[in-house]
C-alpha cells in the first residue's frame, strides 16, 4: 500500500511540497503532556517542538484563550499604517498596494500572532492572483528554531537547514525568538484546569441532577433479576444498582456545595489567562466590574499593544520590507510607520519643545517637518520693542 502521507512534489520548489505531514495526537490533554512537551522542547540536543505545537494547537481550540489571544492580536492589526521613503515622506502607491493586499494583511497577522507561539517560519511564493504574493507559514511542529532546521519528517531526524538556503531573508522569512516557548504555553496550566473543571462541574450537575437508584429484590431469582437489569437500563441515564433485600447500601456524605468550587476555579483560570495575555480582565466581571475599572484595563491591554507595535515595526523595516524589496515589490528604502502611534511619540516631544522654547530659538522649518503646523519665524513687534528699550533705560537712569 501506498504511504498517502506524502505529498506531491510541485513544479513551485515550496518547502512545504518536501514535508511529510501526520496526524497529530488527539488524546485529551493534561498537565503531564505540558512537562514532556516542555521537556521535549528545552532539550540541549535535539529540541523538538512536535508536541508543544500539538498541545498549543488543541488549546486554542478553547473558546476563552482563543478569543484573549484575538483581542490582543486584533486591536493591532486593526491599527492603520503608510510606507515612507527614506526622507520621511509618504509613498502612497507602495501604502496602498500594501493596505489592499490580503496576503501582506496575512504577513501582519503572523507577525503579531508570533509572540503567542515564540516562533514563525514563512515562505513568500509567487501570486496565483492580482496579490503581491502567496503566504506560507510553515508548520511549527516541523521546526527546529536553535537548530536553524526544519523536520521533514517528525518521526524521523532528517533535517533542512532553512538559514543556508539562498531564500533565507527574502522569500523566507523568520520570525521571534529561537528559544521562546510563547505567551500560550504559559498559558496552558490554568487553561487545563479549567477544561477538566468543566468536566467535573458537568459530572457534578448530572449527580446532583439526577440521583442515583436502587432496587431491593431478590436477587436469588434470575428470571426477576433479568427483567429488573432490563427496566433500570431502560429507565434513564442516571446511576442504578441492583441489591438484595437483606442488604444495605449508603452513600458517605461529601462537601455539601452547589457548585461555587468548580465556579471559582473556573475563574481563577480565566483571571490567569486574561492577566497574562491583556494585562487586565476586560468585560468579564459583570458582578463587580464598572466603568473606571474597564477604562484602566484598557488603558493596560493599549499599553501591551502599543509595545507589540514597536516591536513589530521594527522587525517590518529590518527583516520583512527588505524581503519585500528584494522581490520587487517595493522600492528599497521603504519604512513601515503608524501614524497614529507617531503622534502620541511626539505628543511627549512637543511638551518638551514647548518647556524649552522660552530659553531657546526654535527654527520654524523643523516645528513644520516634525509636527505637520504652518509655522513662520517669530516676528518682534515694532511697539512693544520701544516701550522694553525705554524701560529699561528708565530703570539705569534710576540709580
Known amino acids: 500500500m501506498k504511504n498517502t502521507t506524502k505529498r506531491k512534489k510541485k513544479d513551485s520548489g515550496s518547502i512545504l511540497d518536501n514535508l511529510i505531514e501526520k496526524q497529530s495526537s488527539q488524546t485529551a490533554r493534561d498537565m503531564k503532556d505540558w512537562r514532556d512537551a516542555k521537556r521535549e522542547a528545552t532539550r540541549i540536543d535535539f529540541p523538538k517542538r512536535v ?46 498596494i500594501l493596505q489592499d493586499s490580503i496576503q501582506f494583511a496575512e504577513i501582519l497577522k503572523y507577525l503579531y500572532e508570533t509572540p503567542f507561539f515564540g516562533h514563525s517560519l514563512l515562505e513568500l511564493l509567487p501570486a496565483k492572483n492580482k496579490d503581491i504574493c502567496e503566504v506560507k507559514l510553515i508548520p ?27 531564500s533565507y531573508g527574502s522569500s523566507l522569512i523568520e520570525l521571534g525568538d529561537q528559544k521562546d516557548l510563547g505567551i500560550l504555553f504559559d498559558c496552558a496550566p490554568a487553561t487545563i484546569y479549567r477544561r477538566y473543571a468543566w468536566a467535573s462541574w458537568s459530572e457534578f450537575c448530572e449527580i446532583y441532577g439526577i440521583p442515583p437508584r436502587i432496587l431491593k429484590m431478590d436477587t436469588m431469582d434470575d428470571v426477576a433479576f433479568h427483567n429488573a437489569k432490563v427496566m433500570m437500563q431502560k429507565m434513564g441515564a442516571a446511576n442504578w444498582a441492583i441489591i438484595d433485600h437483606t442488604e444495605e447500601m449508603s452513600f458517605a456524605n461529601g462537601l455539601s456545595d452547589n457548585g ?52 513589530g515595526k521594527k522587525v517590518l523595516n529590518s527583516t520583512i520590507l527588505p524581503a519585500l524589496s528584494s ?73
Not at 516541523?142 to 526544519?150: D, K, V, W
Open 327 to 399: 522581490l520587487g515589490i517595493l522600492p528599497e528604502g521603504c519604512i513601515f510607520s503608524y501614524p497614529n502611534d507617531d503622534e502620541e511619540d511626539n505628543g511627549e516631544l512637543w511638551d518638551r519643545t514647548l518647556s524649552i522654547l522660552p530659553y531657546y530659538n526654535i527654527p520654524a522649518s523643523w516645528i513644520k517637518e516634525k509636527f505637520k503646523i504652518e509655522v513662520e519665524e517669530k516676528k518682534e513687534i515694532p511697539q512693544l520693542k520701544s516701550k522694553l528699550s525705554a524701560n529699561r533705560e528708565e530703570s539705569s537712569d534710576f540709580f
Open 260 to 311: 461555587n468550587i468548580f465556579y471559582s476555579l473556573i475563574q481563577a483560570a480565566k483571571e490567569d489567562v486574561s492577566i497574562k495575555i491583556c494585562g487586565a480582565q476586560i468585560g468579564q466581571d459583570t458582578r463587580n466590574g464598572n466603568r473606571s475599572k474597564e477604562e484602566v484595563s484598557l488603558s493596560v491591554l493599549d499599553s501591551k499593544c502599543l509595545s507589540d507595535r514597536k516591536h
Open 140 to 166: 511549527r511542529r516541523h521546526i527546529i528554531p536553535s537548530l536553524g532546521a526544519i523536520l521533514l519528517d517528525v518521526s524521523d531526524t532528517k533535517l533542512l537547514f532553512y538559514r543556508q538556503l539562498a
Open 51 to 96: 508536541r508543544i505545537s500539538d498541545l498549543l494547537e488543541d488549546l486554542l481550540y478553547d473558546t476563552f484563550l482563543s478569543s484573549q489571544m484575538e483581542l490582543r492580536r486584533d486591536r493591532n492589526l486593526a491599527e492603520s499604517f503608510q510606507i515612507l521613503d527614506r526622507n520621511g515622506k509618504l509613498v502612497e502607491e507602495g501604502t496602498k
